[in-house]
């Protein structure tokens, strides 16, 4: 019974999703429709609750760390304190509009989120110097394209010599999308191989096997 | 020290002083700028032309994907295309599937910053908020935008909104969709494929070529790339703003990392022949 639970009902939930909505892509049928509607509309409060799970399971974890007392508990304290502080603010009326919420938001979060995205500036930088290194003819190729593709995206090169962005746009729009569309075309077609798996119940890894 | 432990040293120069050197030469143009003239990029001008032949109380749905971290890059674009659709006297649409925190960024980073004093809520604009689900959710909404969203994001009831109360995803006349670097090929298989819905995306640099053969196969009606995208169209508009006056230092930085990247491979090979030389000796 375990095994039904556990394996058989959850492969026969997938397929069956699976079958409806790709019959409904490309069959306009107005049963199958409305039962993709509603498959997905139930989507939706699945994700809305796995949110709520999400946010339980964090508190659930954090407690834990802080009750065995493992080396970083305060941090575990420290995340269910901005979290709760977070949520109860981000609830107050007007929601999500109040101003300790937004203050929260202006001087906690968004300062080192934008300083984390800056500093791949920094280290773009020096792995150009430092780890980018020309040992075979591909990596002549590699990098004379990263060179032109980076004067391209400068303003500045166009005004030394106006044939820097002319080169990069070609870069781009030959090599680079040709490389880019073998690579969405095989991706795919693997996703539909994994998709036909997936149905036929061969691929379990979604079911933790 | 001679000529070959300068150039070893040089090699494996202490990332400190790149730092140092980045800051410098970013920070250089935002106080001294160097007016370098901006060249309107041909994906730019498709994505004006686009938003420009729009007939005036068109809707354009704004798949904001937007987040904190985004800014620098998409900000300016974000903020120079919504004030050219207020002046079009376009109605839009807010809606987020992928980041949970856009609506609270779009309050406080986008929303002051664009006149939406003189637009009514409800009948110019709606915020519709974050809906889970990720691409299941933007099927559904593209299905049938009541059914899946009740509400808009301050609980207002959709049927009471003038413009969400019949509101049907073939009303929608453009889909601008501001994109970290993941979800475009999710918006156009639930949107452009079934409902053939003209789309431009506003997104990051490094995502740019990514994206080229969506635009060369005119499934993109247009792109903005990161600050450069935001100054082009803010010369566009006639209104240049923080992209204008942050695209010197693009120009500045851009050339140190060619410079960094000629420099370090030629010192690496220039090093690697040496030590090849001292061992046949």
Redesign the interface.
């Given at each position: 019974m375990s095994k039904v639970i556990r394996r058989e009902i959850p492969l026969l939930l997938v397929s069956f999703s699976a079958i409806l909505m790709i019959l409904d892509y490309f069959f306009p049928v107005p049963v199958l429709s409305s039962s993709a509607k509603l498959t997905n509309e139930w989507v939706v409060v699945i994700a809305g609750f796995s949110l709520c799970l999400g946010a339980t399971d964090l508190i659930i974890v954090n407690t834990r760390r802080i009750m065995r007392k493992t080396p970083g508990s305060g941090y575990a304290l420290l995340i269910i304190i901005s979290f709760l502080l977070t949520l109860l603010l981000g609830l107050s009326s007007p929601m999500t509009k109040h101003p300790a919420f937004q203050w929260i938001y202006d001087y906690f979060y968004r300062p080192p989120a934008g300083t984390l995205y800056g500093m791949l500036a920094l280290y773009l930088v020096s792995a150009g110097w430092r780890a980018f290194k020309i040992r075979t003819f591909e990596s002549v190729i590699m990098l004379v394209c990263a060179w032109f593709l980076i004067m391209a995206n400068a303003p500045i090169a166009a005004v030394v010599w106006e044939g820097f962005p002319s080169i990069g746009k070609w870069i781009m729009d030959v090599p680079s999308a040709a490389g880019w569309r073998a690579f969405y075309i095989g991706a795919a077609i693997g996703t539909l191989a994994l998709g036909l798996k997936v149905i036929l119940g061969l691929e379990r890894g979604a079911l933790g096997e | 020290m001679g000529a070959r432990e300068v150039l070893r040293t040089l090699?494996?120069?202490d990332?400190r002083y790149?730092?140092v050197?980045?800051f410098i030469v970013?920070a250089f143009p935002l106080v001294f700028p160097?007016g370098?003239?901006?060249?309107i990029?041909a994906p730019v001008q498709k994505s004006y032309d686009a938003i420009e032949a729009l007939a005036p109380n068109s809707v354009v749905l704004i798949g904001d994907e937007f987040?904190?971290?985004?800014?620098?890059e998409l900000g300016p674009s974000y903020i120079a295309v919504l004030k050219h659709l207020i002046r079009k006297n376009i109605r839009l649409v807010f809606v987020s599937f992928f980041s949970?925190e856009a609506?609270?960024?779009f309050?406080?980073?986008i929303k002051p910053r664009v006149d939406f004093a003189k637009l009514k809520y409800g009948v110019d604009f709606v915020e519709l908020g974050f809906?889970?689900?990720?691409e299941?959710?933007l099927?559904?909404f593209a299905?049938?935008i009541q059914?899946?969203l009740k509400v808009d994001?301050?609980?207002a009831s959709l049927s009471e909104l003038g413009l969400t109360k019949d509101l049907r995803i073939t009303h929608f006349s453009l889909v601008v969709e501001l994109d970290p670097g993941a979800h475009l090929s999710e918006y156009l298989r639930q949107l452009q494929a079934?409902y053939g819905l003209r789309h431009i995306s506003i997104t990051y640099?490094v995502t740019?070529?990514?994206y080229?053969?969506y635009l060369?196969a005119g499934q993109l009606s247009g792109m903005l790339v990161?600050i450069?995208g935001g100054?082009e169209y803010e010369l566009l508009i006639k209104e240049p703003g923080v992209a204008v006056s942050g695209?010197?230092g693009?120009?500045?930085?851009?050339?140190?990392?060619?410079i960094?990247?000629?420099?370090?491979?030629f010192l690496?090979?220039v090093n690697r022949l040496l030590s090849k030389e001292g061992k046949g000796k």
């Open positions: - | 090699e494996r120069l990332s790149l730092f050197l980045v970013t160097l370098i003239p901006v060249k990029s987040s904190a971290p985004s800014w620098t949970a609506p609270a960024a309050d406080t980073m809906v889970a689900g990720g299941a959710a099927a559904s299905s049938d059914r899946t994001r301050y609980g079934p640099g740019a070529p990514a080229t053969p060369l990161a450069r100054a695209v010197d693009v120009s500045t930085s851009h050339v140190l990392f060619a960094c990247l000629v420099a370090g491979s690496s090979l």
